[in-house]
C-alpha cells in the first residue's frame, strides 16, 4: 500500500514537472511568437513601412519584425546574416522576404523593390547599396564580415510574410503547444484520477454505505483502513451503521413482536361475539371487530372505518342517539352503559347493553371511545322471567306474596290520601288436602289453577289476586269505600268458590274460609295487614267455614298465648310435664272393666293442668305431636304391662293417634319398638284413628292398618259417624271396632234421629264383624238405649272421667262394678 503511495507520489512529481516544463516552452513559445510583431496592427506605423516596402496588399502579407534591441544584440547579425544570404543566395528557397530597417524604421534593404533606394536619406542608401554591392559581390563570408562593420545597433530585420505562412508558423506552433499540453492534461488527468481515485474511494466506499443505509440495507460492514481523517470517519461512520443495525434490528424485532401483538389482538376482538368498536371524538369510526361489522352494519371492516352511524344505519333515530350517547361519554369521561333495541344485518332484533368508555392518547388528549355491545336479549328475558318467578306462582301465573305485599304497600301509600280503605282478604280452601291425597296433586293444581281465574274474574282489575301457597289464596282490594262493601266483596267470592269446578270430567264442590283485614283499622303495616288476615281466616275456619271473619284485635291476643304455648310445650317434653289419664272402658253386657283409653294431660308449671283440646291441636300444627304421641304410646304400653304384672284384671288400654302421625310411614315400626321395649301383649293394645285420618287418603291408610294389624294390635275407628266413611272401604279396612261418637250418644234420648244413627252404626258394625263401642255416655238412660241396642262397650262420665293410673287400678280392684241393665 505504502509503494502504491510513493509511486503515485512520483509520478505525480514528474507529471507536475513535464507539465511545468511543458507550460514553460510553451510560454516561452508564444513570447517568441509574440515577439515578431505583427506590425500591421500598429496602423500608422504599419502603414507607412508598408508603404515604403511597397506592400500594397495589406489584407495579404505583413511586415514582421524584431522587436527587441537585445535580440539584435544577440542574434541580428546571424539573422540579418542568414536572412539577406537566403534572399540573395538562395532567393528560391525564401517563402519570406527579408528586409532590414533603420532605428527610424526606414527600410534599409529590400532586396526585390528599386524604389526603396531613391527614397531612402543620403547614408542609409550608402548604406544600401553597400548592402547591395557586399551581397551582389562577396561571398557569403565577406558578406558577414562586411555587414558585421556596418551594422549599427538599432537596426532591424524584418521579413514580409504572406499571412498564411505566417498563421502555418502559429499554427505548428500551436499544435506542439496544443499536443504538449494535452499530454500534460492527459497524464495530469491520469495522475489526477490515480489521485483522486486513492483519496476518494474511502469517500465513495462511505457513499455506496450511505447509499445502502439510505436504502435500508444496514448489514454491509464499511471496510476502509488507514488512519487518515477519512478512516477514521468510515470507522465511526461504520460504528454508527452497526449501532443503527442493532437498534434498527431491535426495532424491527419490536415491530415484529407489536405486529404479532396487533394481530394477535384483533384475532381476538374478532373472535369476541360481542360488538366491539372505536370512534374518535366526532364518532367516526377507526375500527371495529367482525362481529360488529358483519353481524350488525353487514359491511366489511375496511367499509366501516371512516364513517359515521349516519352514514350506515338506517334508522336515523338510533344513530342520532348514538352519537348523543358518544358524546355524553366523551363529555363525562368515565364509562356509560345504555341499552338499546337495534336489528342485525340478519333482521333479527336484539337487545344490546353497550358500554362506552373514552380513551386517551399518550399526551393525554381525547382519542375517542371503545364501545362494547352484549346481546342481552336472552339475559333480559331469564331476568324478566326470573323478576316474573320472584313475583309470581309458578302454578297459576298469580301474584305472590311479595308483590302482594309490594302492591299493599302502594295501596297503603295511596289510600293514605284519598282516606279510602284498603281490605286484605285472605281465603283458604276448606278440606283441600282431602281432594289432593285422593284425587292426586295433577288434579289438585288443575283446581288450584281454575280458582285462581275464577277469583280474577270476581274482583277488578285494579285489585290484585295472590296464591300465598298452597290452598291459600289472598285478594287485594286496592280501593273500597268502607267495611261494609269489603263484606260484599267477601261474600261474593265465598260465593263463586262455591260454585260447582269441573276437572277431568270430575264435579268438585269446594268451600273456604275468608279473613279480612282492613287499612287503616287494623293495621297501617303491610305485613301486619297480611298476617291480621291470616288470623281472622282462622277465625273463619273454626266458626265452621265457608265463611269470612273481619280481623279483630283480640285474635292477636289469643295469637301470643298460643305462641307462648308453643314455647312451653317445646319444653314440656323434655321437662316431663305430661302425663296419662285412664278413662275406663266397660263391658256393656257384664258391666266389667274391659280397658281403658289414655287421655294425655299437660300439668303446665303456670297454668295448672292443661286439657288437650288446648294443646293437641297446636302440637299438631307444629309437629310436636309426632315426638309427643310415641310417648304416649310408650308410656300407655308400659302402664299396661306394670298393670298386668300387678296382677289385675287383663285389662287392653287405647291410645289415640294424630293424623301426623299416621301419616308418618314409620308408625308400625315404632309400635312393633314400643311393644318389644314394653313387653306388652299385642292384644292388650288398641290404637284410635280417626275416621277422617283414614278416608283422606284410605288406600295408604289401608296398608298402613294392614302393617299394624300384623303386629297384633288392635284397630278403632273414632268419633265414627263424623266424617265421609266409604262404607265400601270400611269394609276393607282391618278395623276391630267402631267408635261412636259422643254427639250422638248426647241426642240418643230425645232425638229420634240421633237414635237411629246409634242403631244404624251399631248394626254397621256388627255386620262388618266388628265390635260397637259408645263414647260420651253421661246418663243411664243413654246405657239403656244402648244396651237395647245391643252395643259392645261403652265409656263416658256416666262410669268415670278419665282418671290418673293408680285411681285406675283402684278403680279395677273394685268388686262390684256398675253395669248396665
Ligand atoms: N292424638 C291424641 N289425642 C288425644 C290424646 N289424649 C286426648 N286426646 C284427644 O283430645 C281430645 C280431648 O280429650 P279429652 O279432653 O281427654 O277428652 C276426652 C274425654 O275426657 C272426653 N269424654 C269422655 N267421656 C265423656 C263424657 O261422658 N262427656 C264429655 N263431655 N266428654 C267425655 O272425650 C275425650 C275422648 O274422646 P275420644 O278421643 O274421641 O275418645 C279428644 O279428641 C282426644 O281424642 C292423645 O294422647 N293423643
Redesign the pocket.
Known amino acids: 500500500m505504502k509503494t502504491r503511495s510513493v509511486l503515485v507520489k512520483i509520478l505525480a512529481v514528474i507529471v507536475i514537472a513535464f507539465g511545468l516544463s511543458a507550460a514553460a516552452v510553451l510560454v516561452l513559445a508564444h513570447r517568441q511568437v509574440q515577439d515578431i510583431i505583427d506590425w500591421s496592427q500598429s496602423k500608422e506605423y504599419g502603414e507607412r513601412i508598408a508603404g515604403m516596402l511597397g506592400i500594397l496588399d495589406q489584407h495579404y502579407q505583413r511586415l514582421l519584425l524584431t522587436q527587441r534591441e537585445e535580440v539584435y544584440r544577440q542574434d541580428f547579425q546571424d539573422m540579418a546574416l542568414k536572412a539577406l544570404s537566403a534572399a540573395y543566395f538562395h532567393p528560391e528557397e525564401l517563402s519570406v522576404q527579408p528586409c532590414i530597417i533603420d532605428a527610424d524604421g526606414n527600410p534599409l534593404l529590400h532586396p526585390g523593390k528599386d524604389p526603396l533606394h531613391q527614397a531612402l536619406p543620403l547614408h542609409l542608401v550608402t548604406a544600401a547599396q553597400v548592402f547591395e554591392q557586399t551581397f551582389s559581390t562577396a561571398t557569403e563570408e565577406q558578406a558577414w564580415a562586411i555587414f558585421q562593420t556596418y551594422a549599427p545597433w538599432g537596426w532591424r530585420v524584418g521579413y514580409i510574410v504572406p499571412l498564411p505562412v505566417k498563421y502555418a508558423m502559429v499554427r505548428d506552433l500551436d499544435q506542439g503547444l496544443a499536443i504538449t499540453m494535452l499530454g500534460t492534461i492527459f497524464l495530469a488527468g491520469c495522475v489526477l484520477t490515480l489521485i483522486i481515485r486513492r483519496q476518494l474511494r474511502p469517500v465513495s466506499e462511505l457513499t455506496r454505505a450511505s447509499l445502502a443505509i439510505a436504502e435500508g440495507r444496514f448489514d454491509l460492514p464499511i471496510q476502509i483502513d488507514g488512519k487518515d481523517e477519512i478512516a477514521l470517519l468510515a470507522k465511526q461512520f461504520d460504528r454508527m451503521r452497526t449501532s443503527i443495525h442493532e437498534t434498527m434490528a431491535e426495532l424491527q424485532s419490536s415491530q415484529a413482536a407489536t405486529e404479532r401483538e396487533r394481530k394477535f389482538l384483533k384475532d381476538l376482538i374478532d373472535a369476541i361475539p360481542d360488538l366491539i368498536f372505536f370512534k374518535d371524538p366526532n364518532s367516526v369510526y377507526i375500527g371495529c371487530n367482525r362481529a360488529f361489522a358483519e353481524g350488525f352494519i353487514g359491511l366489511p371492516p375496511g367499509e366501516i372505518i371512516g364513517r359515521t352511524d349516519l352514514d350506515f344505519i338506517r334508522d336515523r333515530e338510533l344513530a342520532t342517539l348514538f352519537r348523543e350517547k358518544d358524546r355524553e361519554t366523551m363529555a363525562l369521561g368515565a364509562t356509560r352503559v345504555n341499552d338499546e333495541w337495534i336489528t342485525l344485518s340478519n333482521g333479527r332484533r336484539i337487545l344490546i347493553e353497550t358500554a362506552k368508555t373514552p380513551f386517551y392518547h399518550v399526551d393525554g388528549s381525547l382519542g375517542g371511545l371503545i364501545g362494547v355491545s352484549r346481546d342481552v336479549t336472552e339475559r333480559r328475558r331469564n331476568e324478566e322471567q326470573l323478576r316474573h318467578l320472584a313475583t309470581h306462582d309458578e302454578l297459576t301465573g298469580l301474584a305472590n306474596r311479595t308483590l302482594l305485599q309490594d302492591r299493599l304497600e302502594q295501596s297503603v301509600h295511596y289510600a293514605n290520601r284519598s282516606g279510602r280503605v284498603v281490605a286484605v282478604l285472605l281465603l283458604d280452601l276448606d278440606r283441600f288436602n282431602v281432594i289432593n291425597d285422593s284425587l292426586g296433586h295433577d288434579f289438585g293444581d288443575k283446581l288450584l289453577c281454575l280458582l285462581a281465574q275464577r277469583l280474577q274474574q270476581v274482583v277488578r282489575e285494579a285489585d290484585t289476586v295472590a296464591r300465598l301457597g298452597g290452598d291459600e289464596f289472598a285478594v287485594l282490594l286496592a280501593e273500597v269505600a268502607d267495611s261494609e262493601d269489603v263484606g260484599m266483596v267477601a261474600a261474593k267470592i265465598l260465593e263463586h268458590v262455591a260454585e260447582p269446578l269441573w276437572v277431568d270430567n270430575r264435579e268438585v264442590l269446594l268451600t273456604a274460609s275468608l279473613g279480612i283485614s282492613l287499612y287503616p283499622q287494623d293495621s297501617k303495616d303491610a305485613v301486619t295487614l297480611i298476617r291480621n288476615a291470616d288470623l281472622a281466616m282462622y277465625r273463619a275456619k273454626k266458626d265452621g267455614r265457608n265463611s269470612f271473619s273481619f280481623y279483630d284485635p283480640e285474635m292477636n291476643l289469643r295469637v301470643q298465648e298460643t305462641l307462648e304455648l308453643e314455647t312451653d310445650l317445646r319444653q314440656a317434653l323434655d321437662r316431663e310435664e305430661f302425663l296419662?289419664?285412664y278413662?275406663p272402658k266397660v263391658d256393656l253386657a257384664s258391666g266389667a272393666v274391659i280397658g281403658c283409653?289414655?287421655?294425655?294431660r299437660w300439668r303446665h308449671p303456670r297454668r295448672g293442668l292443661v286439657?288437650?283440646?288446648d294443646f293437641?291441636p297446636l302440637a299438631e300444627e307444629t309437629g310436636l305431636?309426632v315426638p309427643?304421641?310415641a310417648w304416649?304410646l310408650r308410656e300407655a304400653c308400659r302402664q299396661a304391662r306394670r298393670w298386668k304384672e300387678a296382677e289385675l284384671p287383663p285389662v287392653s288400654v287405647a291410645?289415640?293417634?294424630?293424623a301426623r302421625?299416621f301419616r308418618q310411614g314409620d308408625l308400625p315400626e315404632l309400635v312393633a319398638d314400643v311393644l318389644a321395649e314394653t313387653g306388652l301383649d299385642p292384644h292388650l293394645l288398641d290404637l284410635?284413628l280417626t275416621e277422617s285420618m283414614v278416608m283422606d287418603n284410605p288406600v295408604k291408610a289401608g296398608r298402613a292398618m294392614l302393617d299394624l294389624k300384623k303386629l297384633g294390635v288392635s284397630l278403632s275407628l273414632?268419633?265414627f259417624g263424623t266424617g265421609y266413611s266409604s262404607l265400601n272401604y270400611l269394609r276393607r279396612f282391618p278395623v276391630d271396632c267402631l267408635?261412636i261418637?259422643?254427639s250422638f250418644i248426647r241426642d240418643v234420648v230425645d232425638d229420634p234421629s240421633g237414635a237411629s244413627v246409634v242403631t244404624s252404626v251399631i248394626s254397621i258394625a256388627h255386620n262388618l264383624g266388628m265390635a260397637a263401642v259408645a263414647?260420651?255416655?253421661?246418663n243411664e238412660d243413654q246405657l239403656r238405649f244402648l244396651a237395647s241396642c245391643g252395643c259392645d262397650t261403652y265409656?263416658?262420665?256416666?262410669f268415670s272421667?278419665?282418671i290418673p293410673a293408680e285411681e285406675f287400678v283402684a278403680l279395677l280392684q273394685r268388686e262390684t262394678l256398675p253395669a248396665g241393665e
Open positions: 296419662l289419664h278413662q283409653e289414655a287421655l294425655v286439657p288437650p283440646n293437641i305431636i309427643l304421641g304416649v291410645v289415640n293417634l294424630s302421625q284410635e273414632d268419633d267408635k261418637d259422643r263414647e260420651g255416655v253421661e265409656q263416658g262420665y256416666f272421667k278419665p
